[in-house]
């Protein structure tokens, strides 16, 4: 069946019960599979044919809020220079809570002092307070009477009911006792309690300071929480206001400004020190050093000239350079990126569907405890004032929000700050398989080696010079597009400067190239090319060849005159960070197994050079017998991890129990991995493991704590040990607790990047 996607924008949520309360309104249609994330506002919603967006906004109206369906995708948008990013204190949407913070607490205050310190009380001070907590009660708790009737009219209850029902329970007990009991007499006094301990008879008792102090106390707590959910998703505002706001472009042959959004792919842009990179493309004039660090973590600038690939958003560190338009708008990599960031982020985790489960049905068992509370203390007491305050603090208690944002958070959190370090996490499910994973399979060529063959070592024959050996046999090899041959070229011309002109070039198939350069007759390429000019190595050269093939190497040689002149080795080139990230993958506790297409002594050397064992080598495996070496492994009980580049990873990566594909490598490697490293340095993938593995303790300690909360606190107010003010802080402190301690995943900076400031 071919089913569409969306995501629409949530509003009128309040806790995690409305976010349940929808995504099974949603489930119930035929066709349809959302998810519902709390601290994101957000669903996101599979439907079959038959079912329109229309109909799911539908149906979420019914159930008493709001959707909107998204906007059409769109580039990355550069930040105003009136407000950097990250000034959350300047969002608007912050500014309606915190003015009824505000009027509330200055309000409340004056209830809250002359209720608890009785030197206080004059005469008639408890009219002061029914003045003063009146507006706190009606007007600074509105969004929970809001939405309380909202919910009651659809036919249910949520953390809004609980709070709307405690504090007006409090305030008309307030009145009842003030206009028909005794507690409007003037001289009247009564003390606080921290318990719900015998005051006097209910007549004469007011809960005015509970009424205004719960209500300011979760207002508090709703204006911290969306604030921290503010800063937690901070990481992928940045990332998305990382583009150049207008470009240089030549029209004609001369510089135009123009806004970023009338770049077309084609279009030639300028890019001077110091500006950014307008969008994806390649240089097609000038050389320079691009600073990629904001995009990718990666700290030393890149050295990029013509032909060579650019990236929107990073930045010219020195010279001029011209740029092609090669990708636009949302199909840009940071546009990218960004998709990927939000996508994970709008995700859940197994853990916080249970959860889900358990919000979705805590609010009426509460209702429930909390009327029990009130039975049961009227039949063990007879006391109305200690069963009612029982009461009232059961429902105030038990705020099932920090169980809703103790995943989301933590999620925000983690994939943002991931995105900063280069570091794109795909979904929640990810993050348990990084805890599982007990070893980690490497792919050879582009993963732990650079991909490019390069020349390494020169032996000449006795009476040959090696400069000389290098610049003919260089000259010869530029003359050819093997791979070998580049290496040779590029390594002779670095080390002898320009090479000289060549004559004569011939390519004999599978064995090498010949030529005429400076007048000398040259061959290059296998020793059965030499043999076959009639040509013989000699005993010095033939060992130094054996010894080279011996550790990996590929040996070329050289013969000119009717004589061997030397042979130089080639070889893929171990990455400097490859035997450091090795290391750290073995501090995480995984086994580092390395799987490459190269023949054994070739791969056994490269093993070597990285700290693997030759127990842990697969060498000589095609590309389509990757997937069989992965699942060999986990039949022997091991729980995999692949890390590799190459089209042909793809089906090891999506076969593996986590797939990390290098952003350096294909687009098809990319999307079959489940961590995306955005730079070629394997030491990253250490550290987004450790990040992973760091974002999934923090969602563990903060369920750990919402149900350890609500279980030891329930019993609490039940058994009347808590005022119903103290318990209103207490449930507030809970939610902020809970999303300031995600908060602390943004001082992650991993050891790559550790070491890169030093």
Same mark, same amino acid.
């Given at each position: ?466 400069? @000389?050996?290098?610049? %003919? ?5 530029? &003359?050819?597009?093997?791979? /070998? $041959? =580049? +290496? #040779?070229?590029? !390594? ?97 506790? @995984?086994?580092?197994? %390395? ?5 054994? &002594?070739?791969?056994?050397? /490269? $093993? =070597? +050079? #990285?700290?693997? !064992? ?101 019993? %609490? ?42």
């Amino acid at each position: 069946m071919d089913t569409s996607r969306v995501e629409l924008s949530i509003g009128g949520m309040t806790c995690a019960s409305c976010a349940a309360r929808i995504e099974k309104k949603l489930n119930r249609m035929d066709g349809v599979q959302a998810t519902v994330n709390y601290a994101t506002a957000k669903a996101r919603v599979s439907y079959a044919e038959g079912v329109g967006v229309a109909d799911l906004i539908a149906t979420v109206e019914k159930t008493g809020y709001t959707a909107e369906e998204p906007p059409p995708p769109a580039a990355p948008v550069p930040a105003a220079p009136e407000q950097a990013p990250g000034r959350e204190r300047d969002d608007p949407a912050l500014a309606p809570p915190r003015q009824r913070f505000l009027v509330s607490l200055i309000l409340s205050v004056p209830v809250v002092a002359l209720a608890m310190i009785p030197r206080l009380q004059f005469d008639n001070w408890q009219w002061l307070s029914l003045t003063l907590a009146a507006p706190v009660v009606v007007w600074g708790g509105l969004p929970f009477h809001r939405a309380a009737w909202t919910n009651l009219r659809h036919g249910a209850a949520t953390m809004d009911t609980l709070v709307s029902v405690g504090t007006l329970a409090a305030f008309g007990w307030s009145l009842w006792a003030l206009f028909l009991g005794h507690a409007g007499m003037p001289g009247m006094r009564h003390g606080f309690e921290l318990t719900a301990s015998q005051r006097t008879d209910g007549a004469s008792v007011i809960y005015l300071e509970v009424a205004a102090g719960v209500v300011t106390f979760i207002l508090l707590g709703r204006y911290l929480e969306a604030t921290a959910k503010r800063k937690a998703g901070s990481a992928l505002r940045a990332l998305m206001e990382l583009g150049s706001k207008d470009v240089t472009v030549l029209r004609g042959g001369t510089e135009v400004r123009v806004p970023v959004d009338a770049l077309a792919v084609g279009d030639h842009f300028v890019v001077r020190p110091g500006e950014k990179v307008a969008t994806d493309g390649t240089v097609v004039e000038g050389t320079s050093a691009v600073d990629a660090s904001l995009l990718t973590g990666e700290s030393v600038p890149v050295d990029v000239t013509a032909g060579d690939a650019v990236t929107g958003a990073t930045v010219n560190t020195s010279g001029r350079i011209v740029v092609e338009a090669t990708g636009i708008g949302a199909d840009t990599r940071l546009a990218r990126m960004a998709r990927l960031v939000e996508d994970a982020q709008n995700g859940k985790a197994e853990v916080q569907r249970l959860a889900d489960r358990v919000s979705a049905v805590f609010v009426p068992v509460v209702l429930l405890i909390a009327l029990g509370t009130l039975v049961t203390w009227l039949l063990l007491t007879d006391d109305p004032v200690a069963s009612f305050t029982a009461a009232v603090a059961v429902l105030i208690i038990a705020c099932p929000c920090a169980l809703g944002l103790a995943t989301p958070t933590a999620l925000m959190v983690g994939t943002g700050r991931g995105a900063q370090l280069g570091i794109l996490i795909k979904g929640p499910e990810v993050l348990e398989s990084t805890r599982r994973v007990d070893t980690v399979v490497l792919d050879k060529t582009g993963t732990v080696t650079t991909g490019r063959m390069e020349l390494r070592d020169v032996f000449t024959a006795p009476g040959t010079d090696e400069a @000389l050996l290098l610049r %003919l046999a260089g000259a010869l090899e530029h &003359a050819s597009e093997h791979p /070998v $041959a =580049r +290496a #040779v070229a590029s !390594g002779a011309a670095d080390r002898t400067g320009p090479l000289p002109e060549v004559e004569k070039f011939e390519n004999v198939a599978g064995l090498g190239v010949r030529g005429l350069v400076d007048g000398h007759e040259v061959l290059v390429g296998r020793e059965a090319l030499l043999a076959g000019a009639g040509v013989e190595l000699g005993p010095e050269l033939a060992g130094a060849k054996a010894a080279a093939e011996a550790e990996g190497r590929t040996a070329v040689a050289v013969a000119w005159g009717g004589s061997a002149r030397g042979v130089l080795t080639v070889a893929d080139a171990v990455k400097e960070t490859s035997a450091e990230a090795v290391a750290r993958l073995r501090e995480l506790g @995984l086994t580092p197994v %390395l799987l490459t297409g190269d023949n054994r &002594a070739v791969a056994e050397s /490269v $093993a =070597r +050079a #990285v700290g693997i !064992g030759p127990e842990d080598v697969y060498a000589e495996v095609l590309p389509q017998d990757k997937v069989d070496v992965v699942k060999r492994l986990q039949a022997g009980g091991r729980s995999v991890a692949m890390v590799g580049d190459g089209v042909n990873d793809a089906a090891a990566l999506a076969t593996a129990d986590l797939g990390l594909a290098m952003g350096t490598g294909t687009d098809a490697a990319i999307e079959a991995g489940d961590l995306t490293l955005v730079r070629g340095d394997l030491r990253v993938a250490a550290d987004a493991i450790l990040l992973s593995r760091r974002t999934l303790g923090t969602i563990k300690g903060n369920l750990f704590w919402a149900f350890g909360y609500n279980v030891a606190a329930l019993p %609490l107010a039940a058994a009347g040990l808590l005022n119903p003010m103290i318990a209103g802080f207490a449930m507030a402190f809970s939610s902020v607790f809970v999303v300031t301690n995600s908060l602390r995943l943004r001082t992650f900076t991993g050891r790559t990047q550790s070491d890169a400031r030093h």
